[in-house]
């Protein structure tokens, strides 16, 4: 009986040595003038788990000890930290390369759009609507082109000539489709 109970009190026991082993560390990442930073990325090196900051800069994590946190921003010097123990580990991220200005262009890839434009610019060749399958040009035009939608007229007077057609939620008086042939 005395060996069963021993048994099981060592069982226990190894058991606590095992969870021991991970702990949650918390801190806050601030910015060089300790104002706190939200939204900064927390991840521990080698693996997929990681939390972000929340409003005012702080943050919760399950660790071991020895793991290695890497805390990115954008626009801040990356930081890495190996924990040692510590149930509180505090941040300070410096600034990094400072951006005058960021220009986002949404186009598509270069051998059918126009990339030097402010306005999206689409050529496509006869080969490429009659690879469709379509027998309308407005459906070829829909099935190649991202966001254009033409709507077929049930009227059967001169109106059913017409289907107007708008790309990206613009009317049809703003979608300029141009037909060389």
Not at 6 to 17: C, D, P, R
Not at 26 to 51: A, Y
Not at 53 to 60: L, V
Not at 87 to 113: H, S, Y
């Amino acid at each position: 009986m005395r060996k069963k109970i021993y048994t099981l009190l060592s069982l226990v026991l190894f058991s606590f040595g095992m969870t021991a082993q991970t702990y949650e560390v918390s801190g806050t990442v601030t910015d060089t003038s300790n104002e706190p930073l939200p939204g900064v990325s927390i991840v521990k090196k080698g693996t997929n788990e990681g939390t972000t900051t929340d409003f005012n800069g702080k943050y919760k994590m399950e660790v071991s000890k020895g793991d290695v946190l890497e805390y990115t921003m954008v626009g801040y010097k990356p930081a890495t930290k190996v924990m040692d123990g510590s149930p509180v580990v505090n941040v300070t991220l410096e600034e990094g390369v400072t951006l005058d200005e960021v220009v986002v262009t949404g186009n598509r890839a270069k051998p059918r759009t126009i990339l030097d434009s402010p306005v999206p610019i689409d050529n496509i060749n006869a080969r490429e609507l009659e690879s469709t399958g379509k027998v309308q040009v407005e459906q070829m035009l829909a099935y190649k082109v991202p966001s254009f939608n033409a709507q077929t007229q049930p009227i059967s007077d001169a109106t059913a000539h017409f289907d107007p057609a708008d790309l990206r939620g613009l009317g049809p008086s703003r979608t300029l489709v141009l037909i060389n042939g």
